[in-house]
């Protein structure tokens, strides 16, 4: 999430979680008198536990990624389908916390499972233990997932992403998709062009720039947008069984539609960096606000079934 804190920052519930007053989690936020936050989470009656204190510049919308157990389906859904039962059982017991790209806090945490309804951004609608609300700006709310999406170690075709095209007042491009060596990165925007239209640009590294057209988009509605991405191909991770040449072709092809609608459909060249960094969602963005939702993410087979 993106928040702009307040000038005057107590401990304040940034996150609230759980079924009940007697049953629930929180992370909350603090800060120091020289502009240093930490997170604090707290399960009932157990001891807070406090990440180390990082700072920031109180004038500008700071980011927080933060991944709970509470967060996470149960270990039946299917969300967890192509993952093992160890790491399932890691998602459901770590909590970990970044500031602004900074690792804060990592250890195993005791919680309470939480359904979508029972889960609160910037107040405590429970019993208001550490406070009602956050008194800062929350800009921005969205899912992503330090791990890599499900099929994508074991999968070679497109990105299939799920989501939804919330309406915006603006033509502001939208970060959503980032490969690259982490130093230098190659681009997918989503460009929303009136009330229920977008389109998506690529924007290389080495400045080339590659607009696609624009298809119509219900807000109130879930669609499928797959990405045929060349970045997702560098040399350290051909497969034996795929020539050089087929490699390479995909190397500069990139392709994106929405409910199988082209979109974007073209060449370029990518950066093939190894070791690879891949960004997602809201943690493409260094700044400003995304309002695309993404519910699943997920890497298909090269027939892209």
């Known amino acids: 999430m993106w928040a702009k804190l307040p000038a005057d920052l107590a401990l304040q519930p940034l996150l609230v979680s759980g079924p009940s007053r007697e049953q629930a989690d929180y992370l909350l936020i603090s800060a120091s008198p020289a502009h ?91 019993g208001q233990t550490f406070g009602s609300r956050f ?7 969205d899912r992503s997932s330090f791990a890599q999406p499900s099929g994508f170690e074991t999968n070679d075709g497109p990105l299939e992403l799920e989501m939804t095209f919330p309406l915006r007042a603006s ?30 640009v690529l924007k290389t590294a080495g400045g080339v720039t590659l607009a696609g057209s624009p298809l119509p988009v219900d807000p109130d509605a879930k669609y499928k947008v797959r990405v045929l991405w060349g970045g997702f191909y560098p040399d350290s991770l051909r497969p034996a069984k795929i020539s050089n040449e087929e490699w390479h072709r995909r190397q500069r092809a990139v392709a994106v539609s929405i409910n199988g609608t082209n979109s974007l459909d073209g060449q370029a060249e990518f950066l093939l960096g190894s ?25 298909l087979p090269i027939d892209g079934r």
């Open 275 to 299: 070791p690879q960094t891949v960004g997602i969602g809201q943690a493409v963005a260094a700044s400003g606000e995304i309002l695309a939702r993404l519910l699943r993410v997920r890497r």
């Open 135 to 141: 008194n800062g700006h929350i800009i921005a709310v």
């Open 36 to 126: 240093q936050i930490a997170l604090t989470y707290v399960h009932t009656n157990a001891a807070a536990m406090q990440s180390r204190f990082v700072p920031v510049d109180i004038a500008k919308a700071q980011l927080l990624e933060v991944e709970l157990p509470a967060l996470y389906p149960p270990e039946s859904d299917e969300y967890f389908a192509a993952i093992s039962l160890k790491q399932i059982a890691g998602y459901k017991s770590r909590a970990r916390f970044r500031v602004n790209g900074s690792a804060v806090f990592d250890a195993d945490v005791l919680h309470y499972d939480a359904t979508a309804r029972q889960v609160t951004i910037g107040e405590d609608k429970l």
């Open 171 to 200: 033509s502001e491009a939208e970060a959503i998709l980032a490969t690259g060596d982490g130093k230098a990165m190659d681009v997918l925007q989503l460009v929303h062009d009136g009330p229920q239209r977008v389109h998506f």
